[in-house]
């Protein structure tokens, strides 16, 4: 099993301002990552995958990076409908999640 | 735009069995470029993938879950379904169908998710 860990656990950022979001996998991924976004009572949203290659629709605010072991989703300028809750996955080989990043205003 | 949709009992007594059901919108469950998910997060915690499905009926499985897990497809009906057997409280979440670019990716439509619950 490929163990995806987040960090930080809650990150308090202002509107405006620009976030950074990591995520580490166990063993090497490649670039078989993907970034969701998920709001209360909703299902996650891809936001997106191949580490860097952002889903149909989602604005280019949202960005990401890395490939092997370490990841990062950045989202500048942030909106207010952006903060939410972010989970990394990995699908080199059978899907995991990471636990999520609370992105909280400050 | 693909819609998904879970059904299901909301509440299910302890070692019983557990089956939802995921009706997808149009043909796309015929489609060859897919899999067909479901995942589950317990209130609060963190998202677990449970199982995928192909139109042909090729499934693969979470190997913590997979003694106790079937998923299985209809393309006549355009709906695919989960049981779990021998349900216990660990298995209370909110279940979600999605779709999966292919075998062992990611997940690009989800369902809103239905709540279940083991309780006595």
């Known amino acids: 099993e490929t163990v995806m860990t987040q960090s930080p656990a809650t990150l308090s950022v202002s509107p405006g301002e620009s976030a950074t979001l990591s995520c580490w996998a166990s063993q090497s991924i490649r670039s078989n990552l993907a970034w969701y976004q998920q709001k209360p009572g909703q299902a996650p949203r891809l936001l997106l995958y191949?580490?860097?290659t952002r889903a149909t629709g989602i604005p280019p605010r949202f960005s990401g990076s890395g490939s092997g072991t370490e990841f990062t989703l950045t989202i500048s300028s942030l909106q207010s409908e952006d903060f939410a809750v972010y989970y990394c996955q990995q699908y080199d080989n059978w899907p995991t999640f990471g636990q999520g990043t609370r992105l909280e205003i400050k | 735009q693909l819609q998904l949709r879970e059904s299901g009992p909301g509440l299910v007594k302890p070692s019983e069995t557990m089956s939802l059901t995921c009706t997808v919108s149009s043909d796309a469950i015929r489609s060859s470029n897919y899999y067909w998910g479901w995942i589950r997060q317990p209130p609060g915690k963190d998202l677990e993938w449970i199982g995928s499905?192909?139109?042909?009926?090729?499934?693969y499985y979470n190997p913590s879950l997979q003694s106790r897990v079937t998923i299985s497809v209809d393309t006549s009906k355009s709906q695919f379904s989960l049981k779990v057997t021998s349900v216990t409280a660990a298995d209370t979440a909110v279940y979600y169908c999605a779709r999966q670019l292919g075998s062992g990716t990611y997940f690009d439509y989800w369902g809103p998710g239905t709540l279940v619950t083991v309780s006595s």
């Open positions: 191949g580490a860097s």
């Open positions: 499905i192909y139109n042909s009926g090729s499934t």
